[in-house]
């Protein structure tokens, strides 16, 4: 044991010069970072006045005009973070202004270099960047980024282009959509949405060159934007012949909301797939044309639930004369029609009101009222059948509760 | 007592605070900060402001409860509110100005846009 003491003894003080010396260590890179933090905030308060009132300003002199003459790395690059943090909640004039700013500082050059860098991280660190500085020489690095291996990387890349808009940058992005195996659709058709009307023609004219998974989305992003311009494409759509594609242009064109499109999606209600049935009921539901009301009360009577349910509720919010047409289908000779006419008056709280008005002065609305709850309450007698053959997905057995359930004497007898 | 042009920005977010600040200052306003909802009402009950660009998400209580707290106290209900706020959805800016909002900007905005707004609504209440 003897001989090995010494050792022990070199061991343990070594060990503790190291732990000593990295604790030095770290207290010193602590204090040089208080030190260059309070540094930061005494020249944040000197510069961050003067790139404020450059970006208020409206005469042409740039940024370097308004800040003082020697300005360090270190100030250069404040001056870009108060910069990026206004691009956060300013548009028009002022946000040209933070790109024109971010240029001049050589800024936009520097994040184009760290596009290169080999960690991910700092790739997409300056792909966000250089989307806030929304400069167009950054378009092409950021389109090369879109190849990267790094999703995380890629994604930030399309986002950025998103925020640059122009046709440049947006090209890429209609691209990504039909890409599936590299991109989330979900996440690119979210920024295509977030460029808005500028994204509109390139959609259009990518349209017949996307796979169908990306026309699917690029019909949603179409409607999403609301943009009249992709009317033209929506309504030709309909007549796709890919029940899909005609569903989501129906969506679509119920989200646009242009009611010249009605006779359009009035004719889609006879459609023969039922997806694009229920969507063109419920975009005539948002478009608000009282002429689509006789049309949706015949696809109260479709075999299919969607369309019902939907026809239903497109009328409910056609106004009154929609909710008129409504309790008038509590008459109708069809058992899910009734059905659905009941559910939708219930939702939207119409027999509420009804109820609510037996107890009024007024003798019209109170006769009214007397009138809809005697046509609620025979529907009523019959809703625990119907619900049951509503319910129904076999044709024949539907067929057949329909027919016991025309006959008057089972429900006389109740 | 009330200054000749004094505006007051409640903001949770002290850059826009400070920036908002500026861009009145630099057009001949006086600009006071509140960085939540009971410093807002608090100094618009002292300063008595001729503006009050308000957003609407604030911590401790909301845009909607401030504005509903000026409104109700006589002494700040004649001062004009002005929304700055990111919620743009149509229930929030109908529920803002139906409970007495003079005007509603998104962000983001435009600083020419805003002071055009502000000087409007300034030139309204006299």
Same mark, same amino acid.
């Given at each position: ?19 000593? $010396? ?19 905030? /005494? ?19 740039? *940024? ?12 250069? /690059? $404040? ?65 090369? $980024? ?82 009249? =311009? ?12 890919? !029940? ?10 119920? *989200? ?12 889609? $209600? ?15 539901? =948002?478009?608000?044309? !009282? ?5 949706? =009360? ?27 047409? *409504? ?21 939207? =709280? ?12 007024? !003798? ?5 009222? *007397? ?13 625990? /059948? ?29 | ?19 908002? @600040? ?12 509140? &960085? ?12 008595? &402001? ?8 604030? &911590?401790?209580?909301? @845009? ?35 409970? @007495?909002?003079?005007?509603?900007? @998104?962000? &983001? ?18």
């Amino acid at each position: 044991m003897e001989p090995m003491r010494p050792l022990m003894i070199q061991i343990v003080t070594g060990v503790g010069a190291f732990l000593a $010396l990295l604790t030095v260590a770290i207290a010193i890179n602590k204090a040089l970072r208080e030190m260059g933090e309070a540094f930061d905030r /005494r020249r944040r308060t000197l510069l961050e006045p003067a790139v404020f009132e450059y970006l208020g300003a409206t005469s042409s002199k740039p *940024l370097l005009d308004y800040l003082p003459k020697s300005l360090s790395r270190r100030d250069r /690059r $404040l001056v870009e973070q108060i910069l990026l943090e206004a691009a956060r909640f300013t548009k028009g004039e002022a946000r040209d202004r933070i790109t024109a700013a971010c240029e001049a500082l050589l800024s936009v050059r520097e994040a184009i270099r760290a596009l290169r860098s080999r960690r991910w991280w700092k790739r997409a660190d300056a792909a966000e960047k250089l989307g806030l500085m929304r400069s167009q020489t950054a378009v092409g690095p950021l389109v090369q $980024l879109m190849g990267d291996e790094e999703p995380e990387a890629r994604i930030r890349a399309a986002r950025a282009l998103g925020l640059i808009r122009g046709s440049t940058s947006i090209r890429p992005l209609v691209r990504a959509l039909g890409d599936p195996s590299r991109w989330s659709a979900i996440r690119v058709a979210e920024i295509l949405i977030h460029v808005g009307v500028e994204a509109v023609d390139e959609l259009l004219a990518a349209f017949d060159t996307l796979p169908h998974s990306a026309r699917i989305s690029a019909l949603d992003v179409l409607g999403r934007i609301r943009s009249l =311009r992709s009317v033209g494409m929506l309504k030709h759509c309909l007549d796709d012949a890919h !029940p899909d594609i005609r569903a989501r242009a129906a969506h679509g064109l119920g *989200l646009v909301g242009d009611s010249a499109t009605a006779p359009d999606l009035i004719r889609a $209600l006879k459609d023969p797939e039922w997806p694009v049935r229920a969507m063109a009921a419920k975009a005539l539901g =948002r478009l608000g044309d !009282p002429a689509a009301i006789g049309p949706l =009360r015949e696809a109260m009577k479709d075999r299919q639930w969607w369309v019902r349910a939907n026809s239903g509720e497109a009328l409910r919010h056609l106004g009154p004369e929609g909710c008129a047409a *409504l309790t008038d289908m509590l008459g109708s000779d069809d058992p899910y029609a009734r059905h659905m006419a009941v559910a939708q008056l219930e939702e939207g =709280r119409i027999i509420e009101r009804y109820v609510a008005d037996l107890t009024s002065n007024d !003798p019209e609305r109170h006769a009214a009222a *007397l009138r809809f709850i005697d046509k609620i309450t025979a529907v009523a007698r019959l809703n625990d /059948r119907t619900r049951h053959a509503a319910a129904g997905t076999q044709e024949a057995l539907r067929a057949a509760l329909t027919n016991i359930l025309k006959t008057p004497t089972t429900e006389g007898s109740r | 007592m009330t200054e000749p042009s004094a505006i007051l920005i409640a903001d949770s977010d002290p850059v826009l605070r400070r920036f908002v @600040g500026a861009l009145l200052s630099h057009n001949g306003y006086q600009a006071h900060e509140a &960085p939540d909802a009971e410093t807002a009402i608090r100094l618009a009950t002292a300063l008595k &402001p001729r503006l009050v660009v308000l957003d609407l998400m604030l &911590p401790g209580r909301d @845009g909607f409860e401030v504005i509903n707290s000026l409104k109700a106290d006589a002494a700040t209900a004649r001062i004009p509110v002005m929304v700055l706020s990111v919620k743009d959805r149509e229930e929030d800016v109908v529920k803002a100005l139906n409970l @007495g909002a003079e005007d509603y900007v @998104g962000k &983001p905005f435009s600083t020419q846009e805003l002071l055009a707004r502000i000087r409007k609504i300034l030139a309204r209440s006299g």
